[in-house]
């Protein structure tokens, strides 16, 4: 089945610096590719996302880069606020796009 | 829209006893998952529905586990007997036809301590 390793398990940043995290799945027939923030004690929730058809998307100041030959999509945020700080994970959907595959996880910490 | 509701929202227990968790998916949505949250092991799934027929339960570790959906807007994970290993943050989560099709929205979790 699929497999989602990423990294770095922990960031930390000064405020108005940009993070990027990175991850790479093993199925290549997967075709989506969510980003979910987890704050503190709450539940993850959806930031952003890319399906195999775009190789870049952007929303504000959130990224996500995708590139199907390697195997790896990328999440970019440009200038930090304290208040992105938070575990993130990625997720890739396996075959039939049912359900997601989850990284591990990784801790930003945006120092003001 | 009130969301995937969870309960309870935290549980101790004593190991041996029973543990029942529930969830009510968001109305419409037909895929329903179970996510077991750790600091070693991340977000683990161990089963979803899909119009309420288990689809995939190899995630769940152990017989100890069961999942049951007997309707649209109701599931339960059951561990019998409980172990302290079993500590962990359960989170629900629904779509509407599957995640390519609609954001996975998750239930706030059931805080789980096996002592």
Redesign the interface.
């Known amino acids: ?1 699929e497999n989602v390793e990423q990294h770095p398990s922990t960031l930390s940043v000064q405020e108005g610096d940009s993070a990027v995290i990175k991850c790479t799945y093993s199925d290549s027939a997967s ?2 590719f ?1 980003w979910y923030k987890q704050e503190l004690g ?5 930031i952003i ?1 890319i ?1 195999s058809n775009v190789g870049e998307k952007k929303d504000q100041r959130i990224a996500v880069t995708l590139n199907k030959t390697a195997k790896h999509f990328s999440l970019h945020i440009t200038e930090t606020q304290p208040e992105d700080s938070a575990v993130y ?1 990625c997720a890739a ?1 396996e075959t ?10 990784t801790r930003l910490l945006v120092s003001p | 829209d009130a969301g995937v509701i969870q309960s309870p929202r935290h549980e101790v227990t004593e190991m041996g006893q029973e543990v029942t968790l529930r969830c009510k998916p968001i109305s419409g949505h037909n ?1 329903l ?1 179970w ?1 077991r949250q750790t600091m070693m ?5 161990l089963i ?1 529905f ?1 119009n309420n027929v288990p ?2 339960d ?1 995630g769940m570790p152990e017989d100890r586990f069961s999942a049951k959906m007997p309707n649209a807007s109701f599931s339960t994970l059951k561990i019998q007997p409980s172990e302290p290993r079993d500590s962990a943050v359960y ?1 629900c989560a629904s779509s509407r036809g ?4 609609s ?2 929205h ?4 059931t805080r789980l301590t096996v002592t």
Do not use: A, C, H, W
């Open positions: 089945g075709n989506y969510p709450k539940r993850p929730q959806l996302d399906r994970f959907s039939g796009f049912q359900k997601l595959v989850f990284g591990t996880g | 895929s998952f996510y092991r991340g977000l683990e799934l979803y899909n689809i995939d190899s989170f599957g995640v390519y099709n954001p996975l998750f239930g706030n979790g």
